[in-house]
T-cell receptor, first 115, second 111 residues
Framework: DAGVIQSPRHEVTEMGQEVTLRCKPI?????LFWYRQTMMRGLELLIY????????DSGMPEDRFSAKMPNASFSTLKIQPSEPRDSAVYFC?????????????FGPGTRLTVL | GEDVEQSLFLSVREGDSSVINCTYT??????LYWYKQEPGAGLQLLTY?????DMKQDQRLTVLLNKKDKHLSLRIADTQTGDSAIYFC???????????FGQGTTLQVKP
């Protein structure tokens, strides 16, 4: 398997623009997570899905952020409108819960810069 | 609530041992983890320990778990410059796939 795939790897946009980040989890995994990492706040869990259903979105900072998982092999994180404080590295991760230890596999991240 | 705390920075000399510490709050955690993040990359699982164990050893890595004090540590023997990275401690949140991560400890290895 190719691992968790994220696109784009880098995104530079201007304040007010819409940004869409994409993630393809590992095939067969039933959990998908979106994280944000910044120097100031560290690693933050934004939202996670189980079997394509959003379970906990309490980490989503504002209504400007939305996430969808239309099927088991694809998820998007959208920011509209974007602001400079949204600049961060956004990670997608997936895992297969099997009752024992469950390893989360992280993608390479999308580095977002909002000017 | 669930919370995981780590010191933010550790600097050691090449060849020395490194010990990274972590405290957690959820006494019902069944699994605890150490993840490693190299520059420009995502997190990668380094090792994990089941809560009924006190210690786990894997080559240069030793994980110690003190359930009474809710304290987890990662010891890296003979630390190399390639070990320079951010190390995250994490606990599993109940019977879900969700993990609670600490803020990460940056390990700097000086030659």
């Amino acid at each position: 398997d190719a691992g968790v795939i994220q696109s784009p790897r880098h995104e530079v946009t201007e304040m007010g623009q819409e940004v869409t980040l994409r993630c393809k989890p590992i095939s067969g995994h039933d959990y998908l997570f979106w994280y944000r990492q910044t120097m100031m706040r560290g690693l933050e869990l934004l939202i996670y899905f189980n079997n394509n259903v959003p379970i906990d979105d309490s980490g989503m900072p504002e209504d400007r952020f939305s996430a969808k998982m239309p099927n088991a092999s694809f998820s998007t994180l959208k920011i509209q409108p974007s602001e400079p404080r949204d600049s961060a590295v956004y990670f997608c991760a997936s895992s297969f819960y099997q009752g024992s230890y469950n390893e989360q596999f992280f993608g390479p991240g999308t580095r977002l810069t909002v000017l | 609530g669930e919370d995981v705390e780590q010191s933010l920075f550790l600097s050691v000399r090449e060849g020395d041992s490194s010990v990274i510490n972590c405290t957690y709050t959820d006494s019902s955690s069944t699994y605890l983890y150490w993840y490693k993040q190299e520059p420009g990359a995502g997190l990668q699982l380094l090792t994990y320990i089941f809560s009924n164990m006190d210690m786990k050893q894997d080559q240069r890595l030793t994980v110690l778990l003190n359930k009474k004090d809710k304290h987890l540590s990662l010891r890296i023997a003979d630390t190399q410059t390639g070990d320079s990275a951010i190390y995250f401690c994490a606990e599993r949140a109940g019977n879900t796939g969700k993990l609670i991560f600490g803020q990460g400890t940056t390990l700097q290895v000086k030659p």
